[in-house]
């Protein structure tokens, strides 16, 4: 008998010890009993100092191989350790999706019997026994079923089910009767990648992507390290990607790329289709879980060694990892922000480091923290200093909304500049991008009487008026129709204010009324009705494109020329010192969709503060400037990268506990700063946003330049964790991405 440390899947912080029979490899998966409960746990490894008194044993085991190898569960060790996330959270995120089913199911034993098969990665099929019986014809629908398996010989009950619901019942009749035979088979897994692609060949490189590869091939063979790949939009930085996963295909090792969710579109992935066919995993939300099963056994059976998706990929369980790309290496949605809140960005360099693979971050405006790392000695810098095909960056004009009237529609939002640009776009037969960061019709509404704007009932924000008449939290999700009166003075004076995507288009199919006018927000959806939206832009059955951030990501389309950014003043006012990065780096991308082609391109930013240096820099195309500058500023306040965060927050539906909660976290947190003396708390203070879901919501941060002191710092408060009321709630944000 053993003692094995197991990681359950539940929120638990530390493993537990279960003994079992035999000796279990690391990484297997196993049901062992928690409470009255059983869960299921994955193997850390052997318990060398168990616990006094009863150990429990495990109830039974799953994997034959074990379902995580060594590499990736130590890696999820430390990200565990790293973040204080509990480690069966941790081990959860790199467990392939259909078990998280079985893993609930787990809780029923009863119900376990039936999804244990779904666990073990096989699957019933019907098969049909031909020749002779003595058993009578069914008739109805097991007749049907019968002579349609009879005509296929054999088929997986799961999908006889599109037809007939109750297959599976259906199929046990005939079994018995000797009629036909179920089997329990593995699953077949074939990888669905849509159409096929047509292959294509590299391009000739232009010289600096040329160097930025071979640079890359020789780190992989060589140990790994971290790049700081910096290419202007449009520069070909996915050549070097591509370059650089075939070098490491060519030594024998895999590949992982993230690119941010939205970015992910059919057309990113077919560039990577064209070039590795369907050796490929694609990992994203939108896929059944049943698919994302399917690309998992591919990827751990070693049968495909690249994936690409969004920051969950992360976990990909890739034998020799040589690789790790991160694209759009900025971008926030790298962050994991409720669960586990790891940043994906930050735990590719340490899987990579610890794979002794590369990792390349690569962005058209880096971030400050990855610009440290170059300036710290901790990267490397690659640099693609212009566009692939030597197109001209679109010229930038701001357009100062103090002195500039409205155009023809009346509306001040719709600038003259502005109007005629698209006028000009529209004669010339070239294709417009509007972006705006709002989305639904009216942000807000008001009340002329009382001066209040409409809040929603459980959050602290404004709710957007949308043109089906209703209103429409952006945090929550709460919907209302529009009152007739003031909620809060009764006065029949409601009135919507601000401007929203569909608004916008509204008034553009007015001023433009042959224009062919189209929008792309969350509203419309990033799956297929999305998609097809895109697709018209390419294709040229658009004129001009309304959306919000989801026109901004990578998209290639050569025939845009104009791309007007409507109110760039929203994105700069966000109360964090984030704001003006995230505004620059948006800006940025804004205008890297302009011009892409042949014809070169015009991007005008209407904005109420020109002298924004968010702004100018983007004028100046002057990422570098910019990012200088803005280092200047944090190490004047003492921020990241010069500093290191802790985000702890405590919320509870009553307010008092949770101020109260808060206090009592951020005494503790002093009490360790005396202590610890290169920690700094921050704190107690409301959150910007006051209240969430109904929830009032608190804040303490921790900072400091030295990690060791911050994460004594959480270690005291997490030692407290069980004196704070327990209709609190903390949490604990490592590196937060956002201070909201
Ligand atoms: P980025 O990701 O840096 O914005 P892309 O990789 O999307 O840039 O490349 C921009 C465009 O340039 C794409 O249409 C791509 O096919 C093209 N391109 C990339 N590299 C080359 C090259 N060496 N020669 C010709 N065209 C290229
Ligand atoms: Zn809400």
Request: glycine letters at 8%.
């Amino acid at each position: 008998m053993t003692i094995v440390r197991v990681a359950v899947l539940a929120p638990i912080d530390h493993p537990l010890s279960y003994s079992a029979d035999t000796s279990l490899e690391p990484g297997t998966r196993v049901v062992c009993p928690l409470g009255s409960r059983r869960v299921m746990g994955v193997v850390l490894g052997p318990d060398d100092k168990p616990p006094a008194g009863k150990i429990k044993s495990i109830v039974s085991v799953l994997d034959q191989t074990p379902a995580l190898d060594r590499e990736l569960l130590s890696f999820i060790e430390e990200l565990a350790n790293y973040y204080f996330a509990p480690i069966g959270e941790a081990v959860r995120l790199a467990l392939p999706p259909i078990e998280r089913d079985a893993a609930s199911a787990l809780a029923q034993p009863t119900l376990w019997a039936k999804k244990a098969g779904v666990a073990r990665l096989t699957e019933r099929w019907a098969v049909a026994i031909m020749g002779e019986s003595d058993a009578r014809p069914p008739r109805g629908q097991a007749q049907l079923l019968l002579s349609h398996l009879r005509a296929v010989g054999e088929a997986p009950i799961r999908a006889l089910e599109g037809n007939w619901p109750s297959a599976r019942a259906l199929c046990k009749r005939l079994d018995e009767l000797g009629l036909l035979r179920v089997e329990e088979r593995d699953v077949v897994t074939r990888i669905n990648l849509g159409a096929k692609v047509a292959a294509d060949s590299p391009p000739e490189l232009t010289t600096a992507q040329r160097s930025a590869s071979e640079r890359l091939a020789t780190a992989i063979g060589a140990g790994g390290s971290t790049f700081l790949l910096h290419g202007v939009t449009g520069s070909g930085k996915t050549e070097v990607y591509l370059q650089a996963i075939a070098a490491a295909k060519a030594q024998g090792r895999g590949s992982i790329v993230l690119v941010p969710e939205i970015a992910l579109t059919p057309q990113l992935v077919s560039r990577f289709r064209a070039r590795f066919g369907d050796e490929l995993a694609v990992v994203h939300s939108l896929l059944p879980a049943r698919e994302r099963l399917h690309m998992w056994t591919e990827l751990r059976s070693g049968k495909v060694n690249v994936v690409i998706g969004a920051r969950s990929a992360l976990f990909a369980p890739i034998d020799k990892l040589g690789l790790i790309v991160v694209d759009e290496e900025h971008d926030s949605s790298f962050k994991q922000e409720d669960g586990v809140r790891y940043n994906a960005r930050d735990m590719a360099i340490l899987r990579a480091h610890r794979a002794n693979g590369v990792c390349v971050l690569g962005s058209a405006t880096p971030s400050l923290e990855s610009e440290f790392m170059v300036t710290s000695g901790k990267a490397e810098r690659l640099v693609l200093p212009s566009r692939a095909r030597e197109q001209t960056l679109p010229k930038v004009q701001l357009v100062d909304l103090r002195r500039m009237g409205a155009g023809p529609t009346g509306d001040r939002r719709l600038s003259i500049p502005m109007h005629r640009a698209i006028e000009r776009t529209l004669a010339a037969g070239e294709q417009t991008i509007l972006f705006l960061n709002r989305r639904g019709f009216a942000p807000s509404v008001l009340c002329d009487t009382c001066g209040k704007t409409v809040e929603c009932p459980s959050c602290s924000v404004a709710l957007t008026f949308h043109k089906r008449g209703k209103l429409i939290c952006h945090y929550c999700e709460y919907e209302s129709l529009m009152p007739n009166a003031c909620p809060k003075c009764s006065a029949p004076s409601l009135t919507l204010d601000g401007l929203g995507t569909e608004k916008l288009e509204e008034t553009l199919r007015t001023a433009f009324p042959t224009a062919r006018i189209g929008r792309l927000d969350r509203d419309v959806g990033a799956g297929k009705k999305g998609e097809a939206i895109i697709e018209k832009v390419r294709s040229g059955e658009l004129d001009i494109l309304v959306g919000t951030q989801m026109v901004t990501k990578g998209h290639d389309f050569p025939n845009v020329t104009l791309v007007g950014v409507i109110n760039a003043d929203a994105a700069l006012s966000i109360p964090d010192f984030r704001a003006t990065e995230r505004g620059f780096q948006l800006m940025v991308q804004v205008a890297g969709r302009a011009g892409r082609g042949d014809l070169p391109g015009l991007v005008l930013v209407q904005t109420y503060n020109p002298e924004h240096p968010a702004l100018t820099f983007t004028q100046s195309h002057d990422v570098t400037g910019f990012i200088a500058r803005e280092l200047v500023d944090r190490r004047e306040l003492g921020y990241p990268p010069y500093s290191r965060l802790v985000l702890l927050r405590v919320d509870a539906v009553d307010e008092s506990i949770a101020r109260e909660a808060c206090a009592r976290v951020a005494e503790i947190a002093r009490r360790a700063a005396e202590k610890a003396t290169a920690l700094q708390v921050i704190g107690p203070a409301p959150a910007p946003l006051e209240r969430l879901r109904g929830r009032y919501r608190f804040r303490v941060l921790l900072r400091s330049a030295e990690r060791r002191a911050l994460r004594y710092g959480v270690a005291c408060v997490l030692a407290h964790r069980a004196h704070l009321p327990r209709a609190a709630r903390l949490s604990i944000d490592v590196d937060p991405m956002q201070l909201l």
